[in-house]
């Protein structure tokens, strides 16, 4: 009897010792992990089946530390370039005005100071566009959308209509086909609106006169337009904050940024490219 018991109690000496062993092992792991960037896993040479649970439940852990770090990274950079964007965008226009300013101190000729004082007003505008901009993508950044039943078609017709007057003064005639029957979906009718009307106004920006709007049923729809000067890597770029091309008239780089944020938060896909020196903005909402 007394031979059992010593058996029991190495057997379990010998198992509080493994399992000490094993606790060490994965301290020196997590202490190594923590100080490397690494895609690695923590491992455990013991069989115990406790163990490799616990190990299998730090693993987790490291797998949503490793995406928040992702996360934390990816936004850090975000906005160290948002901030960049902003500096170089205000620094320009107040740059521009003080040389104007410069210039009317010394200036005597009503002409030439009317003219500068006109500059200077252009370059004031560019700025207000830009606060108001950066204003709109606070908002849109912050507030949750709140889908509600839509018309794809009927949408995209009154922001058409919207942008007649506008589209008529650039001598632009859009080709536009969409279907005869309704594409309903479930979106938010503001923020489907504003995506509408900022890929419209990019048209604006970058078309050389013509413009091609088409619906499928299936609820994808595509702006095409002439884009001189466009690249399928400036295309690619487009909806990044602040990127603007050199093309483009009072762009402030936000729109199609704000459409793009806007178009995931309601489950779709908006895409831009370059074919044959033509820009092809395609918007996709699929049916549930």
């Not at 198992?15 to 895609?39: C, D, F, P, S, Y």
């Not at 007003?121 to 849109?140: D, I, K, N, Q, W």
Request: charged fraction near 25%; proline fraction near 5%.
């Amino acid at each position: 009897m007394e031979w059992i018991l010593l058996a029991v109690l190495a057997a379990l000496i010998l198992k509080l010792w493994l399992m000490r062993r094993t606790a060490r092992e994965i301290a020196r792991n997590l202490k190594r992990h923590q100080g490397l960037e690494t895609n690695t896993l923590l491992d455990v040479s013991t069989r115990d089946k406790a163990m490799r649970e616990l190990v299998s439940q730090l693993n987790q852990e490291l797998r949503l530390l490793r995406e928040a770090r992702l996360q934390y990274q990816q936004g850090d950079q975000e906005l160290k370039d948002a901030v960049t964007g902003i500096s170089h965008d205000l620094r320009t226009p107040l740059t521009a005005i003080r040389g104007y300013l410069e210039l009317l101190e010394r200036e005597a000729d009503p002409q030439l100071v009317r003219k500068y004082l006109g500059l200077i007003t252009g370059r004031v505008e560019a700025m207000s566009r830009l606060t108001e901009e950066l204003f709109r993508y606070s908002v849109v950044a912050a507030e949750p959308v709140s889908p509600s039943p839509v018309d794809l078609g009927r949408a995209l017709e009154e922001s058409l209509v919207s942008f007649y007057g506008a589209l008529q003064n650039r001598g632009i005639t859009p080709e536009i086909d969409l279907p005869g029957t309704p594409v309903p979906r479930r979106l938010d009718p503001e923020a489907l609106s504003r995506i509408l009307s900022n890929i419209l106004s990019n048209a604006l920006k970058y078309s050389a006169g013509d413009l091609k709007v088409a619906l499928t049923p299936e609820g994808r729809a595509t702006f095409q337009n002439t884009a001189p000067g466009l690249t399928p890597v400036t295309a690619a770029r487009l909806f990044d904050r602040f990127y603007t091309i050199e093309t483009g008239r009072a762009s402030t780089g936000l729109g199609l940024s704000i459409a793009k944020l806007l178009t995931e938060r309601m489950g779709g896909t908006i895409t831009a490219q370059c074919h044959e020196g033509a820009l092809i903005i395609e918007l996709t909402f699929p049916g549930s």
